[in-house]
């Protein structure tokens, strides 16, 4: 009987724990649940539209309307990552000396340091970081479609981005989601003819139809 007195009265003398003992760090209350919400949805908003321009040998046009779209943001001051692939590419291959034609006939971009290109093959990872695929032709937006499908609703002509692709606050996201892209029927007509085997006046045309489209399109994005 006394052992037992003496066993309770050890434990009822026991220091009671903390009231400020800490939590397991695998609990999260509702309080960090809710900040860390917070904080994903600000990085979010503050994360730039990232734009992924492709044709097919990432030569010419992408890379023409790539450089065009990329002055014309931070020109306006929009927050615009722009980068630029080919459908069938050689990496690592540096600009043409008619492509820098074509942009150099364009008087806005003769400041534009435009020897970091290379070409590149598009990649799973370009696409699926790209808010917006914006394709110079059908057969682009074919070649999404079949070998890459989930980009599908992010992909379309530029022709087509400039006839359908509305202009405002709500975030380039949502607005490219509204347009259902992957249900549209790609129009031929839309298609920038490719300059490709052709002399300098083909690429300073082709940079002309750039620049006009590349102009109207900063405007929707």
Avoid: K
């Avoid at 074509?102 to 093959?121: C, E, K, M, N, T």
């Amino acid at each position: 009987m006394a052992d037992t007195t003496t066993g309770m009265a050890d434990i009822s003398t026991r220091p009671a724990p903390a009231a400020t003992a800490e939590r397991p760090a695998h609990v999260v209350t509702a309080a960090t649940a809710a900040t860390a919400a917070t904080a994903a949805t600000a990085a979010t908003a503050e994360r730039p539209a990232q734009v992924l321009v492709i044709c097919t040998g990432n030569a010419a046009r992408s890379v023409m309307a790539g450089f065009m779209l990329e002055h014309l943001a931070a020109r306006r001051g929009l927050p615009l990552d722009v980068a630029t692939a080919g459908t069938h590419s050689v990496d690592g291959q540096p600009m043409s000396p008619r492509t820098r034609a074509g942009l150099a006939s364009i008087d806005a971009l003769r400041p534009v340091a435009y020897a970091r290109h290379r070409s590149h093959q598009l990649l799973d990872h370009d696409l699926q970081r790209a808010t917006l695929v914006v394709a110079m032709e059908a057969d682009h937006v074919r070649y999404v479609r079949h070998r890459h499908r989930a980009a599908a609703a992010r992909t379309a002509t530029i022709r087509a981005l400039v006839g359908a692709l509305v202009p405002g606050p709500t975030p380039l996201a949502d607005r490219v989601a509204a347009l259902r892209l992957d249900l549209a029927r790609p129009d031929e007509m839309a298609d920038v003819p490719d300059p490709a085997g052709g002399d300098e006046p083909e690429y300073v045309a082709c940079a002309a139809q750039l620049w006009a489209l590349c102009q109207e399109l900063v405007t929707r994005l």
